[in-house]
C-alpha cells in the first residue's frame, strides 16, 4: 500500500523533525560531550568512537536490523508465547514500496487486533518510521560507549557495535516496542527506559568490567578538557529529548505536546534536586555533576513521559534524583561497583535511572492522559509486575548477551587498547591531537618544530 493523498503532511514533517532532534543527540550532542568531558588526550578518540558507531547503526538498521526489531515476527522456534515473539524476520528496507509505502508496525497494526480495521498504525511514510527508529538504535550504543572511554581498542568496537545493535537491541526492541512478547503482556515503555537506557547501561557496566580499567593515572586525574564542550552537548541532549519522547506518539496530537512537557518538567526537577541534595551534603553544585542530574531526569521520565500526568511528571524527576544521586556517590564505594571503572558512570545515570523511571511507570500511568486505544493503561500491582518483569529480562539478557559478544569479539581483535597507545592516547590512534600544539598560531615561524609545552610553561621551539 503506497501512500495518496491521505498523507498526513502535519504528523509526517513533525516525525522528521523529531527523529532530527534525536539524531542531533548523538551527533553532535554526545560527540562534543564525550570529546570535552575526556581528558585531552583522549577527546578525539571519544569522538571519533561515537561517530563511527553512528553510521554502522544505520547501515545495519536499513540492511536487517529494523525488519528484526519492528517486522512480522520470526516463529521458527515456535508459533506462539515468547519463543514466537521474541524477534522480527530480518529483511532490507531500500526498496521503493518500504520506504514510500504506509508506515507498518505489523505486530500494532489496528488490522492485526480486528481485521475489519484498516486504518494504518501511522499516516506518514514507512521511510519516516525507520529512520525515526535509526536514531534511538543508535544513541543506544554510544551511550554505552561512555562506560568504556579511554581504553577500549577502536578496531573492535566496531564489530562489537554491529554484533550488539543485532543480537541485542533488536531482540528488546521486539519484545517491548514491536508487539512482541513483554508488550502482549502489558509491559509499556514510552520512549526507550528499558530499551535504550537499562541496556545501555547495564551492557556499558558489563563491557567496562571484561575490558579493564584505564589507566590509574587517568583514573587519579579525571579532569575534563572543556567545559564548554560539555556544555553544549549536554544542552543538545535536554532540547533534542523534545523529540526523543515528543515523537513516540506518531502524531502531533495532544500526547506528543504532553510528553513534551513531561520531559521537560521531570528534567528540571531533577537537575535542581540534585543541586539540592549537593547542598544538602555540603558539596559544592558542580556543572558535572549538575548535568547527570539533567541527564537522570530525562532518562527517568522516558519510559513514563506520554502516560503520567505533570504531577507525575515532577515525581518521577524528584525520587530517581535522589536514587541515582545516592548511588552515583555512596553505592559507587561498594562491590561490585568500586571494583569496574566505569568512565562517566552510565551505570547510574541510565542504568539505574532507567529501570526507576519504568518502575515508577507501573505505579504512576494515569489512563486519563493516554489518548490511543492500543495504548490504554493504569498504574496497578498488574502493570507494576510486568514493569518488573521486563526490566529483569533486559537487565539479565543485556549483560549475558553482552559479555558473550565481548569475548567472541576479543578471540579476533583486542578489546583493549595496548599499554602504549593507552600512554599516547589520540595521536597513537588517530594521529592527531583535540588541540595540536605544533602550529603556526602560536607565533613561530611555519615549519618550525615546536615540542610539547613543560609543565606550567610555554611551548619550546
Not at 73 to 89: C, R
Not at 328 to 342: E, H, Q, T
Not at 364 to 383: I, R
Not at 421 to 439: F, K, N, Q, R
Request: aromatic letters at 12%; charged letters at 10%.
Amino acid at each position: 500500500m503506497l501512500f495518496d493523498a491521505a498523507l498526513n503532511t502535519a504528523d509526517n514533517s513533525w516525525q522528521l523533525t523529531a527523529a532530527t532532534l534525536v539524531g542531533l543527540m548523538s551527533v553532535p550532542g554526545l560527540v562534543v560531550l564525550y570529546g570535552g568531558v575526556m581528558q585531552k588526550r583522549w577527546s578525539v578518540n571519544s569522538m571519533m568512537l561515537a561517530f563511527i558507531a553512528f553510521a554502522l547503526v544505520l547501515v545495519v538498521w536499513v540492511l536487517y536490523g529494523f525488519d528484526m526489531g519492528f517486522g512480522n515476527p520470526w516463529q521458527g522456534l515456535s508459533k506462539t508465547g515468547f519463543f514466537g515473539n521474541f524477534i522480527g524476520q530480518p529483511g532490507s528496507v531500500l526498496d521503493h514500496a518500504s520506504e514510500q509505502g504506509v508506515g507498518s508496525i505489523p505486530l500494532l497494526n489496528p488490522s492485526h487486533f480486528d481485521p475489519t480495521n484498516t486504518a494504518p498504525l501511522v499516516d506518514f511514510p514507512q521511510s519516516s518510521l525507520i529512520y525515526f527508529q535509526f536514531v534511538f538504535a543508535a544513541i543506544t550504543p554510544i551511550l554505552m560507549l561512555g562506560s568504556v572511554l579511554g581504553r577500549v581498542n577502536f578496531k573492535a568496537w566496531i564489530p562489537f557495535v554491529i554484533l550488539w545493535i543485532t543480537c541485542v537491541y533488536t531482540v528488546n526492541a521486539f519484545l517491548i516496542w514491536g508487539g512482541g512478547w513483554f508488550a502482549q503482556k502489558g509491559a509499556i515503555d514510552f520512549s526507550g527506559g528499558y530499551v535504550i537506557h537499562l541496556a545501555a547501561g547495564v551492557s556499558g557496566f558489563v563491557a567496562a568490567w571484561v575490558i579493564g580499567p584505564r589507566l590509574a593515572r587517568d583514573r587519579e586525574i579525571d579532569a575534563p578538557n572543556n567545559l564548554l564542550m560539555v556544555a553544549v552537548g549536554a544542552g543538545f541532549l535536554w532540547m533534542g529529548w523534545n523529540g526523543f519522547n515528543g515523537g513516540d506518539p506518531y502524531n502531533v496530537g495532544p500526547d506528543a505536546s504532553s510528553a513534551v512537557l513531561n520531559t521537560n518538567l521531570a528534567t528540571a526537577v531533577a537537575f535542581l534536586v540534585w543541586v539540592g541534595c549537593d547542598y544538602l551534603t555540603k558539596r559544592k553544585p558542580s556543572l558535572l555533576g549538575s548535568v547527570n542530574g539533567m541527564i537522570v531526569g530525562l532518562v527517568a521520565i522516558t519510559p513514563a513521559a506520554g502516560f503520567v500526568s505533570g504531577w507525575g511528571a515532577m515525581a518521577i524527576g524528584a525520587i530517581c534524583s535522589v536514587i541515582v544521586y545516592i548511588a552515583y556517590n555512596y553505592l559507587a564505594l561498594v562491590r561490585p561497583f568500586r571494583n569496574v571503572d566505569d568512565t562517566l558512570g552510565v551505570i547510574y545515570t541510565h542504568g539505574f535511572a532507567g529501570v526507576a523511571g519504568g518502575l515508577l511507570t507501573g505505579l504512576l500511568a494515569d489512563k486519563a492522559f493516554v489518548q490511543s486505544d492500543a495504548l490504554s493503561v493504569v498504574g496497578g500491582l498488574h502493570l507494576l509486575k510486568w514493569q518488573a518483569l521486563a526490566a529483569a529480562w533486559v537487565i539479565c539478557f543485556s549483560a549475558i548477551a553482552t559479555f558473550i559478544l565481548l569475548k567472541l569479539v576479543g578471540l579476533f581483535v583486542p578489546l583493549r587498547m595496548s599499554e602504549e597507545d593507552m600512554e599516547m592516547g589520540d595521536l597513537a590512534v588517530h594521529g592527531h591531537e583535540v588541540y595540536p600544539s605544533d602550529i603556526p598560531s602560536l607565533g613561530y615561524p611555519a615549519g618550525v618544530a615546536v615540542s610539547a609545552a613543560p609543565a606550567g610553561g610555554m611551548p619550546t621551539v
